[in-house]
């Protein structure tokens, strides 16, 4: 069974832009593997809350210009 989990900040994309990256990355799995993958492919999407992650020891938070509109 093919298994994505995706992690990005909270908000950062909408609920249709999810849905699409859910359908993209379905397809790519059965680009690789074939159609017969569809019905077992699970995309996960996490959403990480502002603060709870980081890099080169700065905690991040999505700046309000670049929030997600639903």
Do not use: C, W
């Given at each position: ?19 699409d ?41 999505v ?8």
């Amino acid at each position: 069974m093919p298994f994505a989990n995706i992690k990005m900040p909270q908000a950062a994309l909408s609920k249709a832009q999810k849905e699409d990256l859910i359908h993209r990355t379905t397809a790519m799995f059965v680009d690789f593997f074939g159609e017969g993958v569809r019905p077992y492919t699970m995309v996960l999407v996490e959403e990480v809350a502002d603060g709870g992650y980081g890099r080169a020891d700065e905690v991040f938070v999505v700046p309000d210009p670049y929030r997600a509109r639903e």
